[in-house]
């Protein structure tokens, strides 16, 4: 997988990437920010609190679709 310079730069700063690869939802964060909830959070919470972020995220993300990749 290829990362664009715009996925690069959402990522330098925290933010997290949303792609659907062969129909399985896949979010992209920096393996320091994981590691920083993991290690503070049980799995559910993180899971939880990482799912509302997306979603308030998304729904003022006017280049959502662009950082999606449809399903093969």
Same mark, same amino acid.
């Given at each position: !997988?290829? *990362?664009t310079d715009t996925e690069k730069q959402a990522l @330098?700063? &925290?933010? $997290?990437?949303?792609? $659907?690869?062969?129909?399985?939802? #896949? #979010?992209? !964060?920096?393996?320091? *920010? %994981?590691?920083? %909830?993991? @290690? #503070? =959070?049980?799995?559910? #919470? /993180? $899971?939880? *609190? /990482?799912?509302? @972020? =997306?979603n308030e995220y998304d729904n003022d993300d006017p *280049?959502?679709? &662009? %950082?999606?990749?449809? @399903?093969?």
């Amino acid at each position: !997988m290829k *990362l664009t310079d715009t996925e690069k730069q959402a990522l @330098s700063k &925290g933010e $997290t990437i949303q792609i $659907t690869e062969d129909g399985i939802h #896949v #979010v992209i !964060m920096r393996a320091d *920010l %994981y590691e920083q %909830y993991r @290690s #503070v =959070l049980p799995s559910e #919470v /993180v $899971t939880q *609190l /990482v799912d509302k @972020s =997306l979603n308030e995220y998304d729904n003022d993300d006017p *280049l959502l679709e &662009g %950082y999606q990749r449809p @399903s093969a």
